[in-house]
């Protein structure tokens, strides 16, 4: 199992490899991007996609749960 810290130390394309092994929890949309929420064993991480360039930005891993903050709909 990898750990938050040996995935925070990958580059982006070892980073997506490990993401596409987790659970898709929901989507959102913020400033121009798609941001993706999967769940892995030990952490949370996000896929952004960047709509206009059709490109990923950015994949961050967390554990606070206040990041998913953003996901729940009131």
Same mark, same amino acid.
């Given at each position: 199992?990898?750990?938050? #810290?040996?995935?925070? =130390? +990958?580059? /982006?394309? %070892? *980073? =997506? &490899?490990?993401?596409?092994?987790?659970?898709?929890? =929901?989507?959102? &949309? &913020? %400033?121009?991007? $798609?941001v993706?929420? #999967?769940?892995?064993?030990a952490?949370?991480? &996000?896929?952004? #996609?960047?709509?206009?360039?059709? /490109? $990923?930005? *950015? $994949? *961050?891993?967390?554990?606070? +749960?206040? +990041?998913?903050?953003? #996901? $729940?709909? +009131?």
């Open positions: 199992m990898i750990t938050l #810290y040996d995935f925070n =130390a +990958l580059n /982006e394309n %070892d *980073r =997506a &490899e490990v993401v596409w092994t987790g659970n898709y929890l =929901a989507q959102r &949309e &913020e %400033d121009g991007h $798609i993706q929420l #999967y769940s892995l064993p952490f949370y991480a &996000e896929v952004f #996609y960047d709509v206009v360039n059709n /490109e $990923i930005s *950015r $994949i *961050r891993g967390f554990r606070k +749960l206040h +990041l998913l903050t953003p #996901y $729940i709909q +009131l």
